[in-house]
């Protein structure tokens, strides 16, 4: 079994969040519950998920589990990375776990479980879903995700990964540049080798040429997992991704 860590902390004002007349967009309400509930109720229908930490704001938490949802709650500390060593704290360290943003409402046990068997034989350190733009248009195609035109096509990853606790905690620092970077894909090409310039621009540059460049420039085994699992991909950023989110979710 897995571990798994939520990262719904970090909330700040934004157009959403006022609209809804919430702090957090993980617990804006969709259909009499909050959004952050459907994520925790697909982890825990999840047969390999085991332990599940939930990292986010403490009263929003508290509410969470005296409704009877259940969770280890972990406190917010700041941004995303001292949320997940936070979060990582409580877990297996030794052991992949699962990480997953709090916003991807449309997550259920079947894409969790058909990721994490994707992801076999689990002995990487780093494992990201990348997703087609045919296959996230063909789905919803009112929503808008950055893609990045790669050999195989336009790509996009997705919410959540399967992370070793181990490799994050010895080399935090790495990610640092990676993270900001992850929205901006013109800008993380410029970290990358000037031949990489010419392979996208050439339109013949890979997923094996990004994995394997990348594993070096993070000391860590990472690996693209090609999936179908367009409900990873929505998540809630705009007032129109949480309409596409409530039709979906009365389907």
Known sequence: MF???????????????????VSNKAFIPIHGKALLAYIIEALRGAPSVGRLVVVGPEQGLKNLRLEGYSFDPVPETGGMLDNLAAGFALTDREKPCLVVTGDIPLLNAEVTENFL????????????????????LARFPETERTYVRLKEGHLTGGNMGLLKPAWFLENRARLELFISYRKKPLKLLRILPVSFLFKYLLKTLSVSDLENHLSRLLALQ??????????????????????VVKRALLA
Not at 222 to 243: M, N, Q, S, W, Y
């Open 3 to 21: 571990d798994a860590v939520v990262l719904a902390g970090g909330g700040k004002p934004e157009p959403l969040t006022d609209m809804e007349g």
């Open 117 to 136: 068997a994707l992801c076999a034989p689990h002995d990487h350190d780093l494992y990201y879903p990348v997703i087609s733009r045919e296959t996230c």
């Open 222 to 243: 990472a690996r693209a997992v090609f999936c179908d699992c367009v409900e990873i991909a929505v998540d809630v950023d705009k007032p129109g991704d949480l309409e």
